[in-house]
């Protein structure tokens, strides 16, 4: 069994920062793409960004410049810096991680529960 969690979100003012985690546990054969998504109320859940196993990163254009993310392959987690934080970033934030659990099989996308991100103005 794998498992995402999330820890790290919560209330801020904006132009705040917060910094989202995320550790993959389990039967872990190897990790290829990690990222975050996040969905806001009544709308889908978006990309926000993503990392490939070799670092190269994918960002939202809404969210370039503000936010970073980053990984460690040793630890098996990825996390999210989040600056200058707007409210129109308000949203649950799910970790996502594409992963083979064992050699034999093909991969699969896990997600974590999600964590609440609040930005009041």
């Known amino acids: 069994q794998v498992q995402l969690v999330e820890s790290g979100g919560g209330l801020v003012q904006a132009g705040g920062s917060l910094r989202l985690s995320c550790a993959a546990s389990?039967?872990?054969?190897?990790?290829?793409?990690m990222g975050w998504y996040r969905q806001a109320p009544g709308k889908q859940r978006d990309l926000v960004a993503t990392i490939t196993s070799g670092g190269r990163t994918n960002y939202a254009d809404s969210v370039k410049g503000r936010f970073t993310i980053s990984r460690d392959n040793a630890k098996n987690t990825v996390s999210l810096q989040m600056n200058n934080l707007e409210p129109e970033d308000t949203a649950v934030y799910y970790c996502?991680?594409?992963?083979?659990?064992?050699?034999?099989?093909?991969?699969?996308?896990?997600w974590g529960r999600g964590t609440q991100v609040t930005v009041s103005s």
């Open positions: 389990g039967t872990i054969f190897s990790i290829n793409a």
């Open positions: 996502n991680a594409n992963i083979k659990a064992d050699w034999r099989y093909r991969a699969l996308d896990y």
